[in-house]
């Protein structure tokens, strides 16, 4: 089924974006939830003149993101503390909360869901991709240390 995004959707794609789902997910909950329509031939047109008329608004949301990447790219030496076992793994683990959380101190606001984060549960230096935009992806780098007592 293929089905027009009415916004961003984790790990499924953007807004006014074409995707192919199966049919049950967008009937059952794409499309009740407002989150996406069928992607009707008519819908498409209505698509293409909308997006016709954002190009400059999208090209302005790009070169954002692309300045917000260039800062992040930047930066360096974030230290996340967190409280460690006697054997080096941390107590529970590092989220990408606590690398938004880090960012913002910095000046750099970033939405916690844009970062993408493998599982962090010891001690040692890591990296973090932040997708800022479906072309645009910045990498942040961080080490996590054992907060002092």
């Given amino acids: 089924m293929e089905i027009i995004l009415k916004e961003n959707v984790q790990g499924l794609g953007f807004k006014n974006e074409i995707v192919t789902v199966k049919d049950g997910y967008g009937r059952n909950f794409l499309i009740p939830t407002g989150k996406a329509v069928v992607a009707t031939p008519s819908a498409k047109k209505e698509l293409a003149e909308v997006l016709k008329q954002?190009?400059?608004?999208l090209e302005k949301i790009k070169n954002d993101a692309l300045a917000l990447a260039a800062k992040i790219n930047a930066v360096e030496g974030i230290k996340i503390a967190t409280k460690v076992?006697?054997?080096g793994a941390i107590y529970g683990s590092?989220?990408?909360l606590h690398i938004s959380e880090e960012l913002a101190k910095l000046g750099l606001e970033?939405?916690?869901k844009s970062i993408v984060?493998?599982?962090v549960k010891e001690i040692g230096s890591y990296k973090a991709a932040v997708k800022l935009h479906k072309d645009v992806t910045a990498?942040?780098?961080?080490?996590v240390?054992?907060?002092e007592a």
């Fill in 117 to 119: 984060l493998k599982d």
């Fill in 54 to 57: 954002q190009a400059h608004k």
């Fill in 139 to 143: 990498e942040v780098a961080f080490e």
């Fill in 94 to 96: 590092v989220t990408s």
């Fill in 85 to 87: 076992s006697a054997t």
């Fill in 110 to 112: 970033v939405d916690r």
């Fill in 145 to 147: 240390v054992a907060e």
